[in-house]
């Protein structure tokens, strides 16, 4: 694609005058190997006929490139396969694919950024794996990659946990429960927070004392009020924390640490990492200054209630975004604010990419403009996506559950499940691959591949429905195709280690040419998805590629050919493998051993 491109730009220079750039398409076998619709817009701009000008370029081809003329002036192209194998070897080497486009940028990535209130929820399944890949793919585009773990440590959850503690809980149940008890105490006070917020105990003096005192009673809510309301006691807490109070600042440590060790283990599973973890307690501190700063210097507005705002007009955005509340607390906003300088002061990124749901697309919209207004140029991306469905009662709708979360934890012991019952029951006799004695961790491989192959199916704009048969089917498009093709090739090239190349200078390649077609075209589909984050064109090609090596399968022998064609066909193999490994690689998905 990139030789033809490079052709026809310069014979449409030469021809017409036109400095162009064409656009080069893998096509269909039965159309030929590439296309281009490049004399149809050349002639809207020259006033010409499209074949006329088809025909013009294509006499100007070098021979060895067969070109015709399809429909109104669509040119396919045919190349020699011993040509497009030439391509690829001369541009070959141990990190094909990724090139150096970003020269060395820095770019941090944010994600998956939990909320610390509650356990792992598979809410925050796409913003790692969709912000996992986006630092994968700078990276191979050759930029400097700083990813960070913009922890939900911090703000009103916190203040929901130690009232929910106080009056619901114990050290004892804190101990036996971890981070699941304190996801109950959150979403149950959640849930008194929204009915009661403003109940006052004196409203239910007239309640049986031991009602009132006994947390297992059916009435044990009634015990959490008292004179203030529940959201005034919830603030009191997150105030005491931001002024240093000793209690508070315990508990915040205590809570933090729970949660961590079971957000670890649950990266730990998904092979998810990030070099930083700098959660929003990390900024307050800083967030409390900076809004200071910025009232001194009449770029934030302090209303006469006290609250804080940074009106956004002049980007066009009516809706001012709030700084500080009236009471002297701080929000999500506060933080980030808070976030961009520091990342400015200590980093001074060239671009910041938060891979964060669609929900948020106005509030993004919002901090950005914020970020502009305050002199800072760094390229933010909002990396949203949309939700993770489920079909209930024949209704799709949003993945949840009767508690209000449905637990990551969960989600991967069911598919790890999944995984050995699909290993028990695969039989395949036309190759003799046994699906015994297969790993655990091969086991985790096959269970967080389906996961995360099933995140790229479509444009992450768009939500996903979350089948377990369709992503644990061992045909179509899903994780469990692709890694057993690479299992596949990883045994055969496996009984062929002592297999000494022989010379296949005169071999023409022509078995091998889908395979090699869309290795010549890696490269560019790296460079373009560095470019647009569109990551789910990685997996729509590594299916693509999975399936030109299962035809090749079928019609070429590798084991039974002569030296010269193993020699050969050994060596696209090989090919094949890396490409096949580098891009499941990009989105987070493994090739197991054996499967």
Request: net charge negative; proline share 3%; aromatic share 10%.
């Amino acid at each position: 694609m990139e030789m033809l491109k490079k052709m026809l730009n310069e014979i449409i220079l030469g021809e017409f005058g036109v400095d162009f750039d064409a656009s080069i398409i893998l096509e269909k076998e039965k159309f030929g190997d590439y296309s281009t619709n490049a004399a149809m817009i050349l002639a809207g701009k020259l006033h010409k006929n499209p074949r006329e000008i088809a025909l013009a370029i294509i006499a100007k081809m070098p021979s060895e490139v067969a070109a015709e003329i399809a429909g109104a002036g669509f040119i396919n192209f045919t190349l020699p396969a011993a040509l497009v194998f030439r391509e690829v070897s001369e541009k070959w080497n141990e990190k094909y694919g990724e090139n150096n486009s970003g020269n060395g940028k820095k770019a941090i990535v944010e994600y998956p950024s939990q909320n610390m209130a509650k356990p792992y929820s598979v809410g925050h399944l796409r913003p790692g794996t969709q912000g996992a890949a986006a630092a994968n793919i700078l990276r191979a585009n050759g930029w400097e990659i700083i990813t960070d773990n913009h922890l939900g440590d911090y703000g009103t959850p916190f203040g929901i946990w130690v009232v929910g503690f106080l009056r619901l809980s114990d050290d004892a149940r804190l101990a036996e429960g971890g981070v699941y008890e304190l996801g109950r105490i959150y979403i149950e006070m959640k849930k008194i927070l929204k009915d009661a917020s403003n109940f006052s105990f004196s409203e239910k003096e007239k309640l049986p004392k031991e009602k009132i005192e006994d947390k297992n009673s059916p009435d044990a809510t009634v015990r959490i009020f008292d004179n203030k309301s529940l959201a005034e006691e919830v603030q009191d807490w997150l105030l005491k924390l931001e002024k240093g109070d000793a209690e508070a600042v315990e508990y915040s440590r205590r809570f933090k640490e729970i949660s961590l060790a079971h957000i670890h283990e649950v990266m730990r599973r998904l092979g998810l990492a990030t070099d930083l973890e700098l959660g929003e307690a990390f900024f307050a501190p800083m967030g409390k200054e900076l809004v200071e700063k910025y009232v001194d210097l009449g770029v934030f507005v302090k209303n006469e209630d006290g609250s804080v705002v940074c009106t956004l007009d002049e980007f066009g955005i009516e809706t001012p975004i709030l700084l500080q509340k009236s009471n002297g607390a701080a929000l999500y906003a506060t933080n980030d604010l808070a976030t961009l300088v520091y990342r400015e002061e200590n980093f001074a990124p060239d671009k910041v990419v938060y891979a964060v749901g669609a929900e948020q697309k106005f509030y993004f919209e919002q901090l950005f403009a914020m970020a502009h207004k305050l002199g800072i140029e760094t390229d933010l991306v909002h990396l949203w996506f949309g939700t993770i469905d489920q079909m209930t009662d024949g209704k799709r709708e949003k993945m949840s559950s009767r508690k209000g979360v449905v637990l990551m934890e969960e989600l991967l012991d069911e598919a790890e499940a999944r995984a050995r019952a699909m290993i028990r029951s695969a039989e395949d006799a036309s190759d003799g691959v046994s699906s015994k004695n297969v790993s655990d961790e091969d086991i985790r491989r096959i269970a967080t591949g389906a996961i995360k192959f099933a995140d790229f199916v479509a444009d992450r704009k768009m939500g996903i429905l979350f089948d377990w048969e369709t992503i644990f089917a061992l045909t179509g498009f899903s994780a469990a195709y692709v890694q057993y093709a690479g299992v596949r090739m990883k045994r055969i090239l496996s009984s062929l280690e002592d297999f000494e190349m022989a010379d296949f200078g005169a071999y023409d390649f022509e078995a091998e040419k889908s395979l090699l077609k869309l290795l010549a075209e890696y490269p560019l589909l790296v460079a373009r998805v560095g470019e647009n984050l569109e990551m789910h064109k990685l997996s729509h090609f590594a299916y693509d590629l999975a399936v030109a090596v299962n035809k090749y399968y079928e019609k070429t022998p590798i084991l039974k050919a002569s030296s010269a064609e193993k020699s050969a066909r050994v060596l696209v193999l090989r090919w094949t493998l890396q490409v096949l490994t580098h891009c499941l690689g990009l989105i987070g998905v493994e090739i197991p051993e054996r499967m």
